[in-house]
């Protein structure tokens, strides 16, 4: 798919992605409503079934990634996750 090694060299948790084989389109889907909403579902269907989700999650958001679906999250899921972990480190600091 999307993140290939020729792409990510140093990411060994992309040996076992469930998208491996998969067409890199179907993780950037034009949007998560309207024409792009079947694409989006399939995409995230798959990243169910992966078994390197979370490594794939925590790489997109550590690596800001603000496009597609990465760890079964779109980019808005993945901003609101990065927020909430931002207050959270505020409201314990
Ligand atoms: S979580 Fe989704 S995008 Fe990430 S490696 Fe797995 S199938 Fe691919």
Request: proline share 18%; net charge negative; aromatic share 10%.
């Given at each position: 798919m999307v993140i290939q090694d020729t792409v990510i060299?140093?990411?060994?948790w992309l040996r076992r992605a469930?998208?491996?084989?998969?067409?890199?389109?179907?993780?950037?889907?034009?949007?998560?409503?309207?024409?792009g909403h079947a694409q989006h579902e399939r995409a995230k269907t798959v990243c169910r079934r992966c078994p390197v989700r979370m490594p794939c999650l925590d790489y997109a958001v550590t690596t800001g990634q603000e496009h597609g679906i990465w760890g079964g999250a779109d980019p808005d899921e993945r901003r609101v996750s990065t927020l909430r972990q931002r207050d959270w480190h505020f409201s314990t600091g």
């Open positions: 060299p140093a990411v060994s469930a998208c491996r084989g998969e067409d890199p389109e179907l993780f950037f889907p034009i949007s998560a409503k309207g024409p």
